[in-house]
């Protein structure tokens, strides 16, 4: 098993910036797959970002060149990079392992002024 714990959401104005961490322990050499996902009041989850290996992150069209999901292997953790937040960013964030086979508790992330 793999747990996932997401940290650093929080309140933050139109235009800023905002980095998530999803710190993973348990079996984490089972990991070959990162992602992120979010979800806004009253509306489906959807694919925020996701990383395979060496291979070319995938955004979605609404986050892209906002939005970079890296990953620190030694620290067990994947991180998601926001810029440029806008108030549609607003949602509950989560963090997932190998497309969705564990998956974090969420992080609120709100951007208003």
């Known amino acids: 098993q793999v747990q996932l714990v997401e940290s650093g959401g929080g309140l933050v104005q139109p235009g800023g910036s905002l980095r998530l961490s999803c710190a993973a322990s348990?079996?984490?050499?089972?990991?070959?797959?990162w992602g992120w996902y979010r979800q806004a009041p009253g509306k489906q989850r959807e694919l925020v970002a996701t990383?395979?290996?060496?291979?070319?992150?995938n955004y979605a069209d609404s986050v892209k060149g906002r939005f970079t999901i890296s990953r620190d292997n030694p620290k067990n953790t994947a991180y998601l990079q926001m810029n440029s937040l806008k108030s549609e960013d607003t949602a509950v964030y989560y963090c997932?392992?190998?497309?969705?086979?564990?998956w974090g508790q969420g992080t609120q992330v709100t951007v208003s002024s």
């Open positions: 990383m395979t290996g060496g291979t070319t992150p």
């Open positions: 997932t392992a190998n497309y969705g086979k564990y």
């Open positions: 348990g079996k984490v050499f089972s990991i070959y797959a």
